[in-house]
């Protein structure tokens, strides 16, 4: 397999992402060595230093798959997750954080031979920035670890998803479009707040319309309540963000549209960062977009965590790989 994504196939803003990562050479964890996608992108990795890597595995087994593929992993530290020193310490300090329910130190050493949990842990004590997986594992058993002991960052009650959406001229975020399926205000307040701290990691000034079927009092119901009070609760939340809400795509998108309905506003006719009310019409328009009007949709980015940790769908190719690779080490910059 060659092991370059190769020039010619680039898109610029993959290629700034692995600019933006190269910068700081943070170090992910790759818990699912086993499988080849994940050591052909660590060979994609390592050979152009987007990042510092570590596989989880044994290094006489990855270092003979490696040759059999064909790959050079370079620097790529491979740690046993048998290690009995790293075992141990592990969990110790899992037992220990999870006492409160109840969790032997016999129960916390099964954890910790799951990759996930042995890869967050590392993430937990500084010995990685960040961690990439869901090649193999299921989103669940790849977040789950993240929501016991690295925790959402003050302020943020539930972790979510959201996509870079690139076209030609411009880069937008959608969220939340991967994890929750019904927000309630409070949940989208702080979903506001990730999401624009995820554009600014990226290099996207964030302007932030709370969507919603109505603009301003163009309309009324339940729905536009919440949006009326996600804005509320968002800007007690982030004073200094520039947040419209209720607001519809249209305004929120279309300078012309804006003027006419609410031409006063910093956010109407420029936004780029567009919260959506829920899942269902998150992941629906994400999709519409990226199929209909070509857009290259990057992620989904997992925000709100602690420490960066992001999961791959298990269909994902190895450019995909690469590409989750540099934005977590971008958003490990911001730790």
């Known amino acids: 397999m060659n092991e370059s994504i190769g020039a010619q196939t680039q898109t610029p803003f993959e290629m700034m992402l692995q600019d933006m990562a190269r910068a700081s050479q943070r170090v992910i964890v790759l818990p699912e060595s086993a499988d080849d996608r994940i050591l052909q992108a660590a060979a ?37 997750q048998a290690d009995p020193d790293l075992l141990a310490r592990f969990a110790a300090e899992y037992a220990q954080l999870r006492a409160h329910k109840g969790v032997s130190l ?24 960040g961690m990439v997986s869901g090649a193999v594992n299921t989103t669940a058993n790849t977040i789950r670890p993240s929501l016991e002991f690295i925790k959402t960052k003050p302020g943020v009650s539930v972790i979510s998803g959201s996509f870079l959406m690139v076209q030609a001229e411009r880069v937008d975020l959608y969220a939340d479009c991967a994890v929750n399926p019904n927000p309630t205000p409070e949940q989208l307040a702080g979903i506001v707040v990730a999401t624009a701290e995820t554009a600014t990691a990226f290099g996207v000034e964030p302007r932030v319309a709370v969507l919603s079927y109505s603009t301003g009092s163009s309309g009324s119901g339940s729905d536009v309540d919440a949006a009326i009070l996600t804005t509320s609760l968002a800007k007690e939340l982030a004073p200094h963000l520039a947040i419209e809400g209720p607001i519809q795509f249209d305004a929120a998108i279309d ?24 899942l269902n019409s998150g992941n629906i328009c994400y999709k519409a977009v990226q199929r209909t009007a070509g857009a290259v949709a990057v992620g989904p980015v997992l925000q709100g965590l602690n420490k960066p940790v992001n999961d791959l769908s298990r269909g994902a190719l190895v450019r995909d790989i690469v590409n989750t690779i540099a934005f977590t080490a971008i958003q490990a910059q911001a730790d």
């Open 106 to 129: 016999e129960q916390a050493t099964e954890k910790m031979k799951d990759g996930s949990y042995f890869g967050t842990m590392m993430v937990h004590l500084g010995m990685a920035d």
């Open 44 to 80: 994609i990795v390592a050979k152009a230093k987007i990042a510092k890597l570590i596989l989880l595995g044994e290094a006489e087994q990855i270092a003979s798959r490696a040759s059999q593929l064909g790959l050079e992993l370079g620097e790529t530290e491979i740690v046993s």
């Open 255 to 278: 300078p012309v549209v804006a003027k006419q309905k609410l031409p006063d506003s910093p956010v109407a006719g420029q936004a780029s960062v567009f919260i959506f009310p829920d």
